[in-house]
């Protein structure tokens, strides 16, 4: 027993770290960032409160963590909805269109923690490599659309463009401000990545 009074289960060396993101990642989903405690994750996990802070200095240090592990989870399922669409640029734009939506829709909470200061006010190297290659995966895809090398200027406008697309719908779904329509889920993200290709500028 601890000197809180916590009973500390037996964990070996890197097994308690992951046993807090994971409690972390479904406390998450029950409250908001505000009522969320580094303690209170502790308890969930069955470990003392100074045991947690060996692994994280304070609940900060375990929201980032939180947020480093969804873009993990959120680039696994981009890269999946990718290889389900590779060959047709249209199938391509759709599956990841509908992958990010989907996404933010199942984990509302770790979405919205994804993209708010933690990822630029964090100090966490992790964090930083995740969101990275989560972006990169929106660039290499959206320069395959556009026909042009990832690291060129159109590859990248290009990818803005889709994210503020495809981020803009997710939020406004998560708001509610869509559901006035009675457009179901695919049929709007088909109509709009459909509009999006229609207007795409042709290839001189």
Request: aromatic fraction near 8%; charge should be neutral; avoid cysteine.
């Amino acid at each position: 027993m601890d000197n809180d009074g916590t009973t500390t289960r037996n964990y070996h060396h890197g097994n308690l770290r992951a046993a807090l993101i994971d409690a972390g990642l479904a406390a998450l989903e029950k409250s908001d960032q505000a009522a969320f405690s580094l303690r209170a994750i502790a308890r969930e996990v069955g470990v003392s409160a100074n045991a947690a802070y060996r692994h994280f200095a304070s609940k900060d240090d375990l929201l980032s963590a939180l947020a480093a592990e969804g873009f993990r989870r959120f680039a696994a399922q981009q890269a999946a909805a990718a290889q389900q669409g590779a060959g047709n640029i249209g199938e391509l734009r759709t599956a990841t269109a509908k992958a990010y939506v989907s996404f933010a829709q199942a984990h509302p909470a770790l979405f919205r923690l994804m993209f708010s200061r933690f990822l630029y006010a964090s100090s966490s190297e992790d964090l930083k490599v995740a969101a990275a290659t989560a972006f990169q995966l929106l660039l290499q895809a959206s320069a395959q659309q556009a026909g042009v090398a990832p690291d060129s200027e159109q590859a990248m406008m290009t990818a803005v463009a889709n994210w503020s697309m495809v981020h803009g719908l997710s939020h406004l779904l998560l708001d509610g401000q869509l559901s006035v329509f009675g457009f179901g889920l695919d049929q709007m993200i088909d109509g709009i990545v459909n509009l999006q290709g229609a207007n795409r500028p042709k290839a001189t």
